[in-house]
């Protein structure tokens, strides 16, 4: 059994908290140059190596926590929300599911901007693990932004609110039952990322249910985004 810990965090927009922001923008540049560079008749190839690659190193980073962690073991497990949305993602990647490119893009891609906004270092602070947290966070957005502007892919109507339906029934609310039996507080379920983040409203359980009123709000968001753009229902090739 665990006790719930305080987890470390980089003061916002510090000296640490810039570099972190300016070196995502560039790193997310340059993937996204060099994949635009890639001819479509190869582009399943590297899909596939880049799905494979980012599942590798989730598992590799999970086996260097159990072997040299100071943590106990179930407290790298992989279930806070970005942690599973990257597996989701690269598994995108590997078979281009259409519902996996909404998870993508409806909880992935705002979890991942929320985690850049707003560093919480959830496997501790040392050398590995802030690495570890910068490439998982990139990995989401290249993934979630190469869909976008180079497979030109969009959602399908009405699933904002299936897909959030989806993340409560099958991520959170198991989660949340983990916790419960574990002491571990993956998604903050149990206690906040930190007391003075800016998206934490009142004690528990209050700050919960403005977490999940804020995930319906920006699910619903991107909705709207793309609905000046639909024209006809849109699915994924499975090529």
Not at 95 to 124: C, D, K, M, W, Y
Not at 165 to 180: D, M, Q
Request: net charge positive; aromatic share 20%; glycine share 4%.
């Amino acid at each position: 059994m665990s006790e719930i810990r305080q987890l470390p965090s980089w003061p916002l927009l510090g000296d640490k908290h810039i570099v972190f922001i300016l070196s995502f923008v560039i790193f997310l540049w340059i993937a996204l140059f060099l994949l635009k560079k890639i001819e479509v008749d190869k582009q399943r190839k590297v899909e596939w190596f880049l799905g494979i690659v980012f599942l590798s190193r989730k598992a590799l980073v999970f086996l260097y926590a159990i072997l040299y962690g100071e943590w106990a073991w179930y407290e790298y497990l992989p279930f806070h929300l970005c942690d599973l949305t990257i597996i989701l993602s690269a598994i995108f990647l590997i078979n281009r599911s259409q519902f996996l490119f909404e998870i993508t893009l409806f909880l992935g891609l705002p979890g991942a901007i929320n985690a850049i906004a707003t560093p919480v270092l959830i496997h501790g602070d040392i050398l590995i693990f802030e690495i570890d947290y910068f490439i998982e966070h990139l990995s989401i957005l290249i993934t979630g932004v190469y869909a976008i502007s180079i497979l030109k892919l969009q959602p399908r109507k009405g699933y904002w609110w299936k897909t959030f339906l989806f993340g409560l029934c099958f991520l959170y609310i198991p989660v949340a039952i983990f916790n419960s039996i574990m002491k571990t507080n993956f998604m903050y379920t149990h206690a906040p990322p930190y007391k003075d983040h800016f998206l934490v409203f009142g004690p528990w359980p209050f700050y919960t249910l403005g977490f999940l009123t804020l995930s319906i709000v920006v699910c619903w968001s991107i909705n709207q985004c793309y609905y000046p753009f639909w024209k006809k229902p849109h699915s994924i090739m499975q090529k």
